[in-house]
């Protein structure tokens, strides 16, 4: 199985920008088939999806809550995700995990198979 590995995360004032990397190993000849996603959870909440992009790169999804401030891309050559934060805001506070799949509908962010281990943003008002 694929293996996804994030970095990235810290702790950053409010207005202030962080770029996410989710880095793939094991078969990852095939990495282009993979949906690729970034969510979040803070504690006591419930997931939610942030961004997802399809395989070709062409198609993109974002949660209303970060529109306009967070771009999600994708490197196949690299086999690496990157999510760009910008405009931080407190309520971005959360463990942010990177997820892939090949089966499910890409749309589907919550339902991939594959996690990481996630890495932490802490954004301070």
């Known amino acids: 199985q694929v293996q996804l590995v994030e970095s990235g995360g810290g702790s950053v004032q409010a207005g202030g920008s962080l770029r996410l990397s989710c880095a793939a190993s094991?078969?990852?000849?095939?990495?282009?088939?993979?949906?690729m996603g970034w969510f979040r959870q803070a504690p006591g909440k419930e997931r939610e999806g942030v961004a997802a992009?399809?395989?070709?790169?062409?198609?993109?999804y974002y949660a209303d809550s970060v529109k306009g401030r967070f771009t999600i891309s994708r490197d196949n050559a690299k086999s690496t995700l990157y999510l760009q934060m910008n405009s931080l805001k407190a309520e971005d506070t959360a463990m942010y995990y990177c997820?892939?799949?090949?089966?499910?509908?890409?749309?589907?962010?919550?339902?991939?198979?594959?996690w990481g281990k996630g890495t932490q943003v802490t954004v301070s008002p």
């Open positions: 997820a892939a799949d090949r089966e499910v509908p890409c749309s589907r962010l919550l339902e991939y198979k594959y």
């Open positions: 094991r078969y990852t000849y095939t990495y282009s088939s993979y949906c």
């Open positions: 992009i399809y395989r070709s790169g062409g198609s993109t």
